[in-house]
């Protein structure tokens, strides 16, 4: 069965700190790996990646793939209370299966 | 991605009534993708659907649950004879292609809640 494992479930932090998110995965059919921020509503796109080892950036955010040991990190720097959200990582899965495999989320809470 | 409406924002249904929700992808888009999210957990994966074809409904519960994309019009996944287990958030999502060549862009997503 294809799974997405997100650690750890649920994080506080204190505004300022630096965060990594960890996602790893379990396919049949890797095609990409994409980060969505979810706040209480749509999920929104953050990065996709094919590629072992290219840093994915933006802005404070950055996200990387190793696609040998099948894990995903997101880096949030210095952040902001406007980071709480939950964090979800999705493998597509290519091949006949045109579909995403969501993780179960981190819950992030940045307090001030 | 406000692109993507899905109506109701909010539905709420007895048990044993009928919940339709709908969805209307952005504009050029002819993929849709249905997922359900319970309490504290990921978004599941229920049914692909391009227009007029269902592609992949592997993620569907074989009763009561139903999805269908028109040539004209949103799509529409339908769920009868609600039970409490039911209650859950509903997101669509939309795009141009498949998965393989771009991301897709969610709705807000349609909470429904049984009662």
């Known amino acids: 069965e294809d799974k997405v494992v997100q650690s750890p479930l649920s994080l506080v932090v204190h505004e300022g700190d630096t965060v990594t998110l960890n996602c790893s995965y379990e396919?049949?059919?890797?095609?990409?790996l994409l980060w969505y921020k979810q706040e209480k509503k749509a999920p929104t796109f953050l990065f996709m990646l094919?590629?072992?080892?290219i840093e994915k950036k933006s802005g404070r955010l950055s996200s990387i793939l190793d696609k040998k040991e099948l894990f995903s990190i997101l880096n949030i720097t210095a952040t902001q209370t406007g980071d709480s959200a939950v964090y979800l990582c999705?493998?597509?899965?290519?091949?006949?299966?045109?579909?995403?495999?969501f993780g179960q989320g981190t819950r992030l809470t940045i307090n001030p | 991605n406000a692109g993507v409406m899905q109506n109701p924002r909010h539905l709420v249904r007895r048990r044993g009534q009928e919940a339709r929700l709908r969805c209307s992808p952005m504009?050029?888009?002819?993929?849709v993708y249905w997922y359900r999210q319970l309490p504290e957990e990921g978004l599941k994966f229920m049914v692909y659907?391009?227009?007029?074809?269902?592609?992949?409904e592997s993620g569907m519960p074989k009763e009561r649950f139903s999805a269908e994309f028109p040539k004209e019009g949103p799509s529409i996944l339908r769920i009868q004879q609600v039970v409490r287990g039911d209650s859950a958030a509903y997101f669509c999502?939309?795009?141009?292609?498949?998965?393989?060549?771009?991301?897709?862009?969610f709705g807000q997503g349609t909470r429904l809640t049984v009662v």
């Open positions: 999502a939309s795009s141009p292609r498949t998965w393989l060549d771009t991301e897709a862009f």
């Open positions: 396919v049949t059919n890797f095609r990409s």
């Open positions: 094919t590629s072992s080892g």
């Open positions: 999705a493998v597509a899965l290519g091949g006949g299966a045109q579909k995403l495999v």
């Open positions: 504009k050029g888009h002819s993929h």
């Open positions: 659907l391009q227009k007029e074809n269902i592609i992949d």
